[in-house]
């Protein structure tokens, strides 16, 4: 039956009809806004459109593809496609041709170091895995892996940054070229002019 209701919603994208609202009765993972980050796993793999998966596009330490059943392939903030439901930044479990060719290279912010300043605690999930910021460990600017409001699902907030600080999206380049295009790091908050 579950099979059944994912092959009936992809039908459905494909008849000009958008992505769902709301999550296909019996869809086991439906993203973090409902069941959080990485349902999909080695030892419960997701079917097709079903996420979130920790695939090799996320960066650091990840579960590969082994978290999608048979030949399904861990995508990149890709859940979108298969319903609204879903957050941004959730990956699902998708066919392999849904996957780039050629990953384009990195962008390096003229300036931003490329290597972490000597005795920086949090480097990121190429260094340090997800989430070293922490409410009980806070974070100072330029550092991550945070876990902010943008990431959706139970997040810290602005709680894994210093003082003032806060949790960024995706912004880390701007403080190193060594940072995953995926990092948040925690930033001063952005001035609104009046």
């Known amino acids: 039956m579950k099979v059944f209701?994912?092959?009936?919603?992809?039908?459905?994208?494909?008849?000009?009809?958008?992505?769902?609202?709301?999550?296909?009765?019996?869809?086991?993972?439906?993203?973090?806004?409902?069941?959080?980050r990485r349902c999909c796993t080695p030892e419960q793999p997701c079917g097709l459109g079903e996420?979130?998966?920790d695939g090799p596009l996320d960066g650091g330490v990840n579960d590969g593809h082994a978290g999608c059943q048979g030949d399904l392939v861990c995508g990149s903030n890709n859940c979108k496609k298969f319903g609204l439901y879903f957050h941004e930044k959730d990956?699902?479990?998708?066919?392999?041709?849904?996957?780039p060719a050629v990953r384009p290279p990195p962008v390096i912010v003229p300036g931003a170091p490329l290597e972490p300043p000597a005795g920086q605690r949090c480097r990121g999930r190429n260094f340090d895995g997800r989430r070293c910021c922490t409410p009980e460990q806070p974070c100072g600017e330029g550092?991550?892996?945070?876990?902010?409001?943008g990431d959706g699902g139970l997040n810290d907030g602005d709680r894994g940054c210093r003082g003032a600080l806060v949790c960024g999206s995706n912004n880390c380049a701007q403080f190193g070229a060594?940072?995953?295009?995926?990092?948040?790091?925690?930033e001063k908050p952005a001035t609104v002019s009046a």
């Open 51 to 53: 996420g979130d998966c």
């Open 178 to 186: 060594y940072y995953h295009e995926k990092d948040d790091c925690c």
């Open 143 to 149: 550092e991550g892996d945070c876990d902010g409001r």
């Open 91 to 99: 990956d699902c479990c998708d066919q392999p041709s849904s996957l």
């Open 5 to 36: 209701l994912l092959i009936l919603s992809v039908a459905a994208l494909s008849c000009g009809q958008g992505p769902p609202s709301e999550p296909p009765a019996g869809q086991i993972c439906s993203g973090r806004n409902y069941e959080g």
